[in-house]
T-cell receptor, first 112, second 112 residues
């Protein structure tokens, strides 16, 4: 099973809403990632979790709050977002200390 | 500072011919290079990788060549098929860095 799942597929939220994105993998991977991708741009790394601990935060604004409840799950809590935060949010996972990351299909987020 | 560059935004190839996608990098510390393929509204899919100690890796129709002295790699697809039409991202990884650095992507269109 090489699948990373993400829910929801699409999300529309207002600037005062609180919502969460969810990601799940059952490959036994111990590193999980959040990326943001704008149209016609490459994925930009936001956060990395290694063994359920936050290891990299790429200076992401605090309105994005990651959480790793266990080794299979990764959440991204969203609060007071701006319209420019509208993007495709991708989750990925990998064995730790390896380069091959498996991506989920993404959540298309629109902030109104 | 763009460490991984894909200078061709798009490429159009006739079905059955060879597609050559190029990528340049600036950081000589990268240990692995990867190619990902992405369809619209989906997450990137890992295609093929190459270690910095090799100069060629082949997997079916896909071959990646690495020229370390020129800091250049290329992905060859032969024969090209219409289903290969997608955005191709070059990515680089430094062992211990735990993060992929992506190029801007090249849109490949294979015409039948």
């Amino acid at each position: 099973d090489t699948e990373v799942t993400q829910t929801p597929k699409h999300l529309v939220m207002g600037m005062t809403n609180k919502k969460s994105l969810k990601c799940e993998q059952h490959m036994g991977h111990r590193a999980m990632y959040w990326y943001k991708q704008k149209a016609k741009k490459p994925p930009e790394l936001m956060f990395v979790y290694s063994y359920e601990k936050l290891s990299i935060n790429e200076s992401v604004p605090s309105r994005f709050s990651p959480e790793c409840p266990n080794s299979s799950l990764l959440n991204l809590h969203l609060h007071a977002l701006q319209p420019e935060d509208s993007a495709l949010y991708l989750c990925a996972s990998s064995q730790t200390h390896t380069y091959e990351q498996y991506f989920g299909p993404g959540t298309r987020l629109t902030v109104t | 500072d763009q460490q991984v560059k894909q200078n061709s935004p798009s490429l159009s190839v006739q079905e059955g011919r060879i597609s050559i996608l190029n990528c340049d990098y600036t950081n000589s510390m990268f240990d692995y290079f990867l190619w990902y393929k992405k369809y619209p509204a989906e997450g990137p899919t890992f295609l093929i990788s190459i270690s910095s100690i090799k100069d060629k890796n082949e997997d079916g129709r896909f071959t990646v060549f690495l020229n370390k002295s020129a800091k250049h790699l290329s992905l060859h697809i032969v024969p090209s098929q219409p289903g290969d039409s997608a955005v191709y991202f070059c990515a680089a990884y430094r062992a211990g860095g735990n993060k992929l650095v992506f190029g801007a992507g090249t849109i490949l269109r294979v015409k039948s």
